[in-house]
């Protein structure tokens, strides 16, 4: 909020001796970071890349990126992290949340192979303008880019600029804010010519001022008036009326992803995901885990009418995808998004009006339907199910954005989410850091952020989602190609459809299929318990590399060894019925260690002269305190699971017994805990408030 | 600690499996009391044994929030049952729960980053509670830890000092106003509970118990005001908000 203020302010002010302003403030910006990380072993060089200390046009809008290249020690990640973090919060031209830390050795792997594609497209830019400031240039040792790599680059580079474009578009729908609203044009426009000329001519640029100049000798028409418009624009900072953006562009969008596409061999329509069909596509709209209105449903059927009436069943394939995008939480419901793409080649008009019908007609909460061509389907080929074990296209939901936006210039689907503007004020998440937030989301399905803790929240619902609609995918690619294809709407469908295939009949299916609709609904539930099986199959079927790393735990005993700590102190009487309770379970404990927090009464006699057949061993602390007596419990116990007891307290028979199940069950269960009532023993009125309030209760909290 | 326990009664409690493992606020972080849990040795190992700085209580969230940190799991199984003596004095009850908030705030300055960090009721999140973080809306650092728990308690006791502000100036209209006011919010926050318990239960209990309550939560949130102060952080805390349906 404060830094859109100062951008706001800066952009307004923005020429001499202001400008001076912005200058010392970045220089000594810089200087502190360089001066303060100097200071952390392991940091190998730093790297700038762009904002207006690296000769950026805009003055306070930039930030500032870094890239930092450390050496391959865990630690030395964590401190630089740690160090960086502090710095940023000095000047909110460092993005605390967006660190480039690398190690050398993650460098090199991004360079050879393509799946890290901001990582990658962060080390090319800043091998070719990166300014080095501190340290030895480690870059200039990698070779360059060639041919698949290349172009997966610049397609790559293209789903960032187009999620800026829908971002303009909102805020140049609604928003008054102009300036962002320019600054964002001017990016965009120059960012798409640096795609466009690398793709056409084999010439990379990285410099949005060359951009434009280059672009204004390819184009012409109203792009290039745009054009030109711009390049003056960067002339004159601080007068910045830039002119909106044009339906034109779409044209150029697509020229450009059609330049890149043609020199990528690899792309082709099956990479394009989903499912190649002949005929018919279908739904069942019985055993769904949402609920489509009839009326909902009529609309759905007639649309899929109209396709095949309009198109002559020539649908040509249909991908699925398991977010929603328009309502800015993609995972925590049951979400598909449908997109088919019709043979032949379709105009932007057909595009169009069959999306407006859909849109106007079609208000439905989980299911959506959009009509697409094979090009911007190519551009969708992230969401592919095959590419899950492909190293070449990582997910990324702007993709779908982009689909989004172009399908529909007359802003008939955007105009949904500026609806819940008044309604939900979504707009405003929509596109606020959030919207980059997403991105490691989803990357957590594929394999990378597994290994970064932050991200990952077992049971998360984003993996169930992937893994049902990793299921989704199989169902449909391995139903024949010919005649009707059926497609699952939602997890229940696929989960029915699995148990009667052969080939993904797993028994576990349903009860997993449960605890994730649990898991949906917020309630807590089991569905952690199947995930080793659930990895295990999607390996099985998919054959892909997951990084199970995070998945490594305990073996899972039939048994463990139980060890009960009862710290005391000076109370001898209850500590008795309590040992008692303890040697009249069920699952007898393997060893009690009693801690006497040096107690003044008769604790010794009371607890060696107690023999029913429990195991106890008596250790005396003489430092006060519960948490050091409880220490000294655990110090001298033996046993696999430590469970912790008051002396004050008395165990029901099946105590342990319940204690103990969960850990045989999940080996990455750490606690378990159990639920406290009350006892009334004296019945004063204290005691009852106690048992009325339900004082300490775990499961009513 | 305990206004874990105490804050979230009544709400989505939470049966058998996984509890959920927030991380917008280590307060709001659910954990099991020492009295019942039990821990995998290889997890204590991995995340540290209990904090020593809490002497009397606290331990036990704090070392539910270093898990929920990590990859470690923690389950409620409400099987596992234990019956628990509670103190059978006032005084002693009272003791307990001003030694709660003791610690309460050297956990949260422990897990949470500088900032003034505000919990309060929101029907709408899964948990029943948000927390506003005014460092990560600013962009920019704080200077203190303050942490501000707004509930009920906090908002009717702030109409009483306003009438005791009116009785000082001598203002009586202010001091009508002022409780005026209160006894709405009484009657809003409680007046339901009230009705069911008194009048048609005639449980004439449920006025001590309201005011026995009461009396806790000073205890609790004067408890962990000082020890906050000593350790430079302002808290605000307090216990539940919902009176008791004996």
Redesign the interface.
């Known amino acids: 909020?404060?830094?859109k203020l100062i951008q706001n302010f800066a952009v307004k002010i923005n020429f001499p001796p202001f400008v001076w302003v912005y200058q010392a403030y970045y220089a000594a910006v810089l200087k502190i970071i360089i001066e303060s990380l100097k200071k952390q072993p392991g940091i190998m060089a730093i790297y700038l890349i762009a904002g207006m200390a690296a000769g950026d046009s805009v003055y306070g809008l930039s930030d500032i990126d870094l890239i930092i290249i450390i050496d391959d020690n865990k630690e030395t990640k964590a401190r630089v992290a740690g160090a960086y973090k502090k710095l940023s919060?000095l000047s909110?031209l460092l993005k605390g949340d967006e660190m480039g830390i690398y190690g050398i050795e993650d460098v090199r792997r991004s360079y050879g192979q393509t799946d890290l594609y901001l990582k990658y497209k962060f080390f090319t830019e800043c091998k070719k303008r990166g300014k080095l400031l501190y340290g030895r240039d480690i870059l200039r040792q990698f070779n360059e880019l060639e041919g698949i790599q290349r172009n997966e680059f610049i397609l790559g580079q293209l789903a960032f600029i187009w999620s800026l474009f829908l971002k303009n578009f909102l805020i140049g729908g609604r928003i008054q804010n102009k300036l962002m609203r320019n600054y964002i044009c001017y990016k965009l426009t120059s960012d798409t010519c640096k795609a466009f000329i690398s793709a056409r001519n084999n010439q990379e640029l990285f410099s949005r001022k060359e951009a434009l100049e280059y672009a204004g000798q390819y184009l012409n028409g109203p792009l290039k008036i745009h054009i030109d418009k711009i390049k003056a624009l960067s002339k004159k900072r601080f007068n910045m009326d830039v002119p909106r953006l044009l339906a034109d562009t779409y044209d150029f969008y697509l020229r450009t992803v059609q330049a890149a596409i043609e020199q990528m061999p690899c792309i082709d329509e099956s990479a394009a995901g989903g499912k190649e069909i002949d005929k018919e596509v279908s739904f069942d709209f019985e055993n769904l885990d949402f609920i489509i209105s009839d009326a909902n449903k009529a609309k759905i059927n007639a649309l899929l009418a109209l396709i095949r009436e309009k198109y002559k069943n020539c649908i040509r394939s249909v991908l699925v995808c398991p977010f929603d995008l328009l309502h800015n939480n993609p995972l925590d419901e049951e979400h598909i998004s449908i997109f088919i793409v019709p043979q032949g080649q379709l105009t932007l008009e057909a595009i169009t009006e069959f999306n407006g019908i859909i849109e106007s007609s079609l208000s439905a909460q989980h299911l959506y339907l959009y009509m697409v061509t094979r090009d911007m389907a190519i551009s969708l080929n992230r969401l592919d199910a095959g590419q899950i074990h492909s190293a070449l296209f990582p997910l990324q939901w702007m993709d779908i954005s982009v689909l989004l936006y172009l399908s529909s210039p007359s802003s008939v689907l955007l105009g949904r989410p500026l609806e819940y503007d008044r309604k939900k004020k979504l707009v405003k998440n929509y596109f606020s850091e959030r919207l980059l937030d997403w991105v490691p989301k989803h990357e957590v399905l594929v394999r990378k952020s597994i290994s970064d803790?932050k991200f990952?929240?077992?049971?998360t619902i984003e993996f169930q989602v992937f893994f049902w609609h990793a299921l989704r995918l199989k169902l449909l690619t391995n139903s024949g190609s010919t005649g009707k294809t059926f497609i699952p709407l939602s997890s229940r469908q696929v989960c029915r459809q699995c148990r009667k295939s052969a080939d993904f009949n797993f028994p576990w299916l349903e009860e997993f299929h449960n605890e994730y609709q649990?898991n949906l609904n917020?309630?807590?539930?089991?569905?952690?318990a199947y995930f080793p099986q659930a990895i295990a199959a999607l390996k099985k079927i998919y054959n892909f590399e997951f990084d199970s790393s995070?998945l490594e735990?305990?073996p899972l005993k039939k048994k463990m060894i139980?060890s009960v700590v009862i710290p005391t102190f000076n109370r001898a009487k209850?500590l008795e019925e309590a040992l008692t309770s303890l040697a009249a379970q069920t699952r007898i404990p393997d060893e009690v260690v009693v801690v006497d927090n040096n107690s003044s009464d008769n604790t010794k006699e009371v607890v060696e002269s107690f023999n029913h057949g429990l195991k106890i061993k008596y250790v005396l602390e003489p430092t006060?305190?519960?948490?050091?007596a409880?220490?000294t419990g655990?110090k001298n116990?033996s046993?696999?699971?430590?469970?912790?007891?008051?002396d004050?307290?008395?165990?029901?028979k099946?105590?342990?017994h319940?204690?103990?199940?969960?850990?045989l069950g999940?080996p990455?269960?750490?606690?378990?805990?159990?639920?406290?009532?009350?006892?009334r023993?004296?019945g004063?009125?204290?005691?009852?408030?106690?048992?009325?309030?339900?004082?300490?209760?775990?499961?009513?909290? | 600690m305990i206004s874990?326990?105490?804050?979230?009664?009544?709400?989505?409690?939470?049966?058998?499996?996984?509890?959920?493992?927030k991380?917008d606020s280590a307060m709001i972080q659910?954990?099991?009391?020492?009295?019942?849990?039990?821990?995998?040795?290889?997890?204590?190992d991995e995340v540290g044994?209990?904090?020593?700085?809490?002497?009397?209580?606290g331990?036990d969230l704090d070392l539910?929030i270093r898990?929920a940190?990590?990859?470690?799991?923690?389950?409620?199984?409400?099987?596992?049952?234990?019956?628990?003596?509670?103190?059978?004095?006032?005084f002693?009850?009272l003791k307990q729960w001003y030694g709660y908030g003791n610690y309460h705030p050297h956990i949260f300055k422990k897990h949470t980053p500088r900032s003034l960090e505000i919990i309060f009721r929101n029907r709408k999140s899964?948990r029943g509670w948000s927390v506003l973080r005014i460092s990560k809306?600013?962009?920019?650092?704080f200077p203190l830890h303050i942490l501000i728990f707004v509930t009920p308690f906090h908002i009717l006791n702030l109409f009483l000092i306003l009438a005791l502000a009116a009785l000082i100036i001598k203002s009586g209209g202010l001091l009508i106003l002022a409780l005026g006011m209160w006894f709405a919010g009484w009657i809003y926050f409680s007046g339901r509970a009230f009705f069911q318990n008194v009048i048609l239960k005639r449980n004439i209990?449920w006025i001590?118990?309201s005011l026995?309550?009461y009396i806790l939560n000073w205890a609790y949130v004067l408890g962990a005001f000082f020890a906050g102060l000593k350790i430079g952080i302002i808290s605000l805390e307090v216990t539940?908000e919902e009176t008791?349906s004996?």
């Open positions: 909020m404060l830094k919060r909110p803790p990952i929240r077992w049971p649990k917020g309630l807590s539930s089991y569905s952690r995070e735990a305990d139980i209850i006060q305190g519960t948490s050091t409880r220490n655990i116990a046993g696999d699971i430590i469970v912790f007891f008051d004050d307290c008395v165990a029901d099946e105590w342990l319940y204690l103990e199940q969960p850990f999940d990455f269960i750490g606690v378990v805990g159990g639920e406290i009532f009350a006892c023993v004296k004063t009125l204290v005691e009852d408030y106690c048992i009325a309030d339900a004082l300490l209760r775990v499961g009513i909290r | 874990n326990i105490l804050l979230n009664k009544g709400y989505k409690g939470y049966g058998k499996g996984y509890v959920p493992k991380n659910p954990f099991f009391p020492t009295a019942n849990v039990a821990f995998r040795k290889t997890a204590l044994f209990f904090d020593t700085v809490c002497k009397t209580s331990e539910c898990l940190r990590t990859k470690w799991e923690l389950f409620f199984e409400p099987g596992a049952t234990v019956k628990h003596k509670h103190r059978t004095t006032l002693g009850l899964e809306i600013l962009g920019l650092p209990r001590f118990y026995l309550r539940r008791p004996a």
